[in-house]
């Protein structure tokens, strides 16, 4: 169907949600086998006739398959509203474009909160615990049930970041191009440490129930406040925060003497917690940050992080940011230096900006070009035609 764009053109749009693993179940890296199981997904503009113009769209933690159209939930515009679309970096009119909910979601793909048909009942804790690992292999089934068998390109920030390393080391010849936004190849000890205080934040909350919550009726919602709270800070950077707020007081004119939001920070954190409850799933965060920390793609291939890529034919783009305290600089360079020791295709590009880990959200017009640029030369090189 076509719906309109926004903030632009019309162009082709189609939400579904497939049902996958009834034939051949996914097995999962903790030895569970899945199946059947759903992954939401959109897509945007058509598949070529030869099906080689097809870019897959790999989401953050706490993001969906809504990239270009308004999310059903809280009605705000995509949340990559500005890189999609007719002339846009990722161009509706010469791409395919391909976003799905994560395994372990909550908007369409199966995860903890769905039904377990061995119950009758939520899952909640009893759903297996999943991997980036997992998450991927689920994508590529997808994509089998799309009749896509390579994909020009994939893309990510962040989580998404990982699904594409994923993606490039466990389907080489099924990933033209690669592009990693503010990702590593493992998650630090501090973003485990948050992960962690945000994790216990939930469990916490009385309303958990032990994760049984759906049951009941209810939900942890000041946990989940809590824990995309202390999250959000880490996207931020402190030049940004104090750009946008300072010690600036919020609707008073001297300080409260008390517990309420006094400042403007504190008030945005609040608005960005009480929000996030509304669409998300407190067991999926759980299992997503779980996925997060225990990823580690040297350790996967014998502590050597270029055996991940040998012999790979993948062309990379690998994007960091300079005010990027969550995934810095120097682990985006830690992958080129694999990259490069495998002679694989790579280039490299560190974006001065103050906006933090959050940048490939945001208006960046150096990132924009970058992500246009590569593209560009990447599709030249395939030989796809405007």
Not at 150 to 160: H, K, N
Not at 193 to 206: H, L, S
Request: with cysteine; proline share 5%.
């Amino acid at each position: 169907m076509d719906r309109e764009s926004p903030r632009g053109p019309a162009f082709p749009v189609a939400d579904a949600v497939a049902s996958l693993g009834r034939e051949r179940k996914l097995r999962l890296d903790c030895g569970v086998e899945l199946g059947p199981y759903a992954v939401g997904y959109q897509t945007y503009g058509r598949l070529a006739p030869d099906r080689n113009n097809a870019i897959l769209i790999c989401h953050a933690l706490t993001g969906d398959q809504y990239v270009a159209t308004d999310h059903p939930i809280t009605g705000k515009p995509g949340w990559w509203i500005d890189m999609i679309g007719p002339g846009r970096p990722l161009d509706t009119d010469r791409y395919f474009v391909i976003c799905a909910n994560v395994l372990g979601g909550c908007m369409g793909s199966t995860g903890p909160k769905d039904i377990d048909p061995a119950t009758g009942k939520p899952w909640g804790l009893s759903f297996p615990v999943i991997t980036i690992g997992d998450m991927v292999r689920a994508q590529a089934m997808l994509l089998d049930h799309l009749g896509i068998d390579q994909l020009f390109c994939v893309i990510g920030g962040s989580m998404g970041g990982m699904q594409v390393l994923q993606w490039a080391s466990a389907y080489p010849a099924r990933v033209f191009a690669a592009i990693c936004i503010a990702a590593s190849a493992r998650h630090s000890a501090q973003n485990i440490a948050f992960n962690e205080v945000g994790r216990q934040a939930i469990m916490a909350d009385p309303e958990w129930r032990g994760g049984d919550y759906h049951s009941h009726g209810v939900k942890p919602a000041a946990g989940l406040a809590v824990a995309r709270m202390a999250a959000h800070i880490t996207y931020l950077s402190e030049a940004a925060l104090h750009r946008k707020f300072g010690r600036n007081l919020q609707d008073r004119d001297q300080l409260s003497f008390g517990f309420e939001a006094d400042f403007q920070v504190e008030s945005y954190l609040r608005h960005q917690g009480s929000s996030f409850v509304e669409r998300f799933d407190a067991n999926s965060y759980l299992y997503i940050t779980r996925a997060m920390d225990y990823f580690d793609l040297a350790a996967e291939h014998g502590g050597v992080l270029a055996n991940a890529f040998k012999d790979t034919r993948t062309r990379y783009c690998i994007v960091s940011f300079t005010s990027d305290w969550l995934f810095p600089t120097r682990e985006s360079k830690e992958l080129v230096r694999a990259l490069n020791g495998v002679a694989a295709n790579v280039s490299f590009v560190e974006i001065e900006t103050d906006k933090g880990h959050d940048a490939f959200l945001l208006d960046e017009p150096q990132f924009e070009a970058t992500i246009r640029g590569f593209l560009a030369g990447a599709a030249e090189h395939r030989g796809l035609g405007r």
